[in-house]
């Protein structure tokens, strides 16, 4: 977690609710060897099971979009199911745009 955080160009967002943990957000700030705007990959956001659909979720994207707005910024971005449609709603409610694009695949080194 320390070393996580010391990297300034970590993202962690957390949404609490009293001293309860209910949501969370990580997500990297990717830089570019040719040009000065970067990118953020929201990698991960869960909000807790019994808080979702209350606006948390939201506040937390949009959270992390005016950290975006501080700095050069080209776009963020994030990968998930076109079934999970909680998420995708979540994403395009905070002004994502999905693709159309149906021959994408992902593609996974593991070590
Ligand atoms: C996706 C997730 C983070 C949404 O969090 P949340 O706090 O419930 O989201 P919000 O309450 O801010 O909802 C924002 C929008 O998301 C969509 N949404 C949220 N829950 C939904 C559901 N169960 N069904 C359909 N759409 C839903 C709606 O468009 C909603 O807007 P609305 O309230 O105006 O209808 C939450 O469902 C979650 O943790 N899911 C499991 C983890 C996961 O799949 N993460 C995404 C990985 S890519």
Redesign the pocket.
């Known amino acids: 977690m320390t070393a996580f955080l010391e990297n300034p160009l970590n993202h962690l967002l957390v949404a609490v609710d009293g001293s309860e943990t209910v949501?969370y957000i990580i997500a990297y700030e990717l830089q570019r060897p040719d040009r000065e705007q970067s990118m953020i990959h929201l990698y991960?956001?869960?909000?807790a099971k019994k808080?979702?659909?209350?606006?948390?979720?939201?506040?937390l994207i949009e959270q992390l979009k005016s950290i975006c707005s501080t700095k050069p910024m080209m776009k963020m971005f994030?990968?998930?199911n076109r079934s999970?449609?909680?998420?995708v709603?979540?994403y395009?409610?905070t002004g994502a745009v999905p693709s159309d694009d149906t021959d994408a695949v992902g593609l996974t080194w593991f070590f």
Not at 51 to 59: E, F, L, N, V
């Open positions: 949501g991960d956001i869960t909000v808080h979702r659909q209350k606006g948390i979720g939201t506040a994030v990968g998930t999970n449609e909680p998420a709603g979540l395009q409610k």
